[in-house]
């Protein structure tokens, strides 16, 4: 049971340069979430998608788009990296968006953008 | 007022001590609560949700108080493996289609537990 995969789990990306980040699930859950996590901020929502087909900006979304592929996937594009978006990135899933059964993160992606 | 505020630590404690988070909200809509625990550069995991009744796992006991709009974890008989940053998890409570909106964590609250 593999829950939610991350891939990948390390990057180095210099300014300017893009990447997708690739979120899978395989728990059949509806609403799936991209964080980020700096020292002292604690974890920040980036976007979200409440059910296949719709998506929405989170708290701090500048900088990033994303793709509910399938109800399976999520990916998160930073289409120029910036050295601001060096950060811990997880993926998240819940059963629903109201979170009543909490949610499953992945492993993180570390991407560090110089 | 932050929507979820967390203690920071760190919590220094010995092995066998009983230790106490709390964490405040301050949407009095929001419906659901958990408590999450990370591991050093490892993703957060669900550690127990929070019912109004509170309720108990093992050693960990967590409680809701609606009246004054704070959720708290309590640890006993602290153990080494304990060591950890725990998150408070609340839902936003906004309505989107029914729904309850979006989980919003704290920040987290830092636990050392010393031999």
């Known amino acids: 049971n593999a829950g939610v995969t991350q891939t990948p789990k390390f990057q180095v990306l210099k300014t300017g340069q893009s990447m997708t980040l690739q979120c899978a699930q395989d728990?059949?859950?509806?609403?799936m979430y991209w964080y980020r996590q700096d020292p002292g901020m604690g974890l920040r929502l980036i976007y979200y998608?409440?059910?296949?087909?719709?998506?929405d900006k989170g708290e701090v979304p500048n900088g990033y788009n994303v793709s509910r592929l399938n109800k399976r996937e999520f990916s998160l594009r930073l289409e120029s990296a910036a050295p601001s978006q060096t950060s811990v990135y997880f993926c998240?899933?819940?059963?629903?968006?109201?979170?009543?059964?909490?949610?499953?993160f992945g492993s993180g992606t570390r991407l560090t953008v110089v | 007022r932050k929507e979820v505020e967390q203690d920071p630590g760190p919590f220094n404690v010995p092995e066998g001590a009983t230790v106490a988070f709390n964490c405040t909200y301050s949407?009095?809509?929001?419906?659901?609560f958990f408590w999450y625990r990370q591991d050093c550069r490892k993703e957060p995991k669900l550690l127990m949700s929070v019912y109004s009744s509170g309720n108990e796992d093992g050693r960990f006991t967590a409680q809701l108080n609606r009246a004054s709009q704070y959720i708290s974890l309590l640890i006993r008989d602290s153990k080494l493996s304990d060591s950890a940053t725990y998150l408070c998890a609340v839902n936003s409570g906004k309505i989107y289609g029914g729904s309850q909106g979006n989980l919003i964590f704290g920040k987290g609250t830092k636990l050392s537990v010393k031999p």
């Open positions: 728990m059949n859950h509806n609403s």
């Open positions: 998240a899933s819940s059963r629903n968006q109201g979170g009543n059964y909490g949610y499953t």
């Open positions: 949407n009095s809509a929001s419906q659901s």
């Open positions: 998608s409440a059910s296949e087909g719709t998506t």
